[in-house]
C-alpha cells in the first residue's frame, strides 16, 4: 500500500484527494474517547446556552486545535526533524486542566450570585416592596420616578406596556428602528396601572425602542434582544401559583448570560490538546515543501473536529430548549443542572492536570 509520504513525493495531485479524508478522520477523532465533547456539552447545559453559541464554541476549539498543531510543526522543524512531539502533550494537558477547573469555578460562582439574585428578587416581589424589572421589562430611572417598559404576551399578541407613577400625567409614544433600519410608532392608552400600546408589536423582538414621555419632552432609548422561546405552560389549566412559578421559571432562563469571549475562552481551550496524528502529516508535507498542503490537511482535519463539536453543543443546546417544554419536572431539575455541569467540569479539569502533571513530574 502507498503511504501518504510516497504520494505527496511522487506528486501532489492524488494527495489533494486525502481533503475530504482528513475531513472524516477529523470528525472520528472528534467521537473517540476522552476528548472534549463532555466538556462541551456540559458547558453548553451549566450556560443553558443557544444554538449559535454552540457553534461558536465548536469553531473556536476547532481554530485553536489547527493553531497548536502549526506552532508545534513549525516549532518541530525548527528544532530538529527527530523531536518528539508527544512529549509536550503532558504540558497542554496540564494547562489544560488548570484552565477548565478555574472555568468550572467561575460557573459555580455564577449560578450560585445568579439563584441568590433571584431570589431576592422574589422576595422583594412577592411582598410589594419593589425591586428591578417587577414585570419582565426594562427600568429608567426618571424624575417622575422610576418607569418600566415591557412587552407583555402572556396569552394574548405581544404589546408594549408602560409602567409610571400614576400620579403623573404622560403621554407615552415609542418608536421602535429594527436591524433592518425599517421603523415603526407605537401610541398608548392609558388601562389601569399602566399604559399599554394600541398596535401590536410583531416578532423578533430584537430591536432598538426609544420611549417618548409627553409634556416633559424626555426621551429614553432601550435595547431589546430576542430571546429563546420557552413556553413553561403545558396548555393546560395553571392557577396562580403555578403562573408564577412559570413566569419565575421564564425569568431565570432569560437572565442566564454568558459573554462571547468567555465561551471563546472555554473553545479554545477545549482545542488545546494536539493529536499525534494530525501533527504527523503536516511534518510529513513541511519536510517535503508542501506546506499549502500541509496546513490544508489539517485545516480539514480541524474542521472534521469543529463538526463533531458543534453537533454535540447543538444537541445540548436543542435537547435542553425542547424537554423544558415537554417535560414539567425539567425546568426544576435544569436549574440544579449548573451545578452537575461544573462537578462534572471540574472531575474532568483535575484529571486531565493529574494525567500532564504524571508524565511531567
Not at 424589572?133 to 422610576?146: A, C, D, F, I, M
Not at 400600546?197 to 426609544?210: G, N
Not at 419565575?248 to 481551550?269: E, K, S, Y
Request: with cysteine; net charge negative.
Amino acid at each position: 500500500m502507498t503511504s501518504f509520504q510516497e504520494l505527496i513525493t511522487q506528486g501532489t495531485a492524488s494527495a489533494w484527494f486525502f481533503i475530504p479524508t482528513a475531513i472524516l478522520l477529523g470528525i472520528l477523532h472528534g467521537l473517540e474517547p476522552g476528548h472534549s465533547k463532555t466538556m462541551m456539552a456540559a458547558f453548553i447545559i451549566a450556560i443553558r446556552g443557544t444554538i449559535a453559541q454552540a457553534v461558536l464554541l465548536g469553531l473556536s476549539a476547532a481554530i485553536s486545535h489547527s493553531f497548536v498543531i502549526w506552532l508545534l510543526a513549525a516549532t518541530a522543524l525548527h528544532f530538529g526533524s527527530q523531536w518528539d512531539v508527544e512529549t509536550t502533550e503532558p504540558y497542554f494537558q496540564l494547562v489544560s486542566g488548570i484552565i477548565i477547573i478555574g472555568l468550572a469555578a467561575w460557573m459555580f460562582w455564577r449560578t450560585r450570585r445568579d439563584q441568590l439574585e433571584a431570589a431576592h428578587h422574589d422576595h422583594h416581589h412577592h411582598h410589594g416592596e419593589g425591586g428591578s424589572r417587577p414585570h419582565g421589562g426594562q427600568v429608567v430611572s426618571t424624575h417622575l420616578g422610576e418607569i418600566e417598559l415591557c412587552i407583555h404576551e402572556d396569552g394574548v399578541p405581544p404589546r408594549f406596556r408602560v409602567y409610571a407613577p400614576l400620579t403623573q400625567a404622560i403621554a407615552p409614544t415609542v418608536e421602535v428602528s429594527r436591524p433592518d433600519d425599517s421603523r415603526e410608532s407605537y401610541h398608548f392608552t392609558r388601562s389601569g396601572e399602566y399604559w399599554e400600546a394600541t398596535a401590536e408589536l410583531p416578532e423578533p423582538h430584537a430591536f432598538t425602542a426609544r420611549l417618548h414621555l409627553e409634556p416633559s419632552g424626555e426621551a429614553y432609548s432601550f435595547a431589546f434582544e430576542e430571546p429563546e422561546h420557552l413556553d413553561v405552560s403545558d396548555g393546560g389549566f395553571q392557577d396562580a401559583h403555578e403562573r408564577e412559578h412559570a413566569a419565575d421559571i421564564a425569568r431565570r432562563f432569560r437572565n442566564r448570560h454568558v459573554t462571547t469571549g468567555q465561551i471563546v475562552l472555554f473553545g479554545l481551550t477545549g482545542g488545546l490538546l494536539p493529536c499525534p496524528a494530525a501533527i504527523t502529516v503536516l511534518l510529513v508535507c513541511l519536510q517535503l515543501k508542501q506546506f499549502i498542503l500541509g496546513f490544508t490537511l489539517v485545516a480539514c482535519f480541524s474542521f472534521g473536529l469543529a463538526l463533531t463539536m458543534v453537533s454535540v453543543g447543538a444537541a445540548a443546546a436543542w435537547g435542553v430548549q425542547h424537554a423544558t417544554k415537554r417535560f414539567s419536572w425539567f425546568s426544576s431539575a435544569a436549574a440544579r443542572a449548573p451545578y452537575f455541569s461544573s462537578a462534572i467540569l471540574l472531575v474532568l479539569g483535575l484529571f486531565i492536570a493529574w494525567m500532564g502533571a504524571k508524565h511531567i513530574f
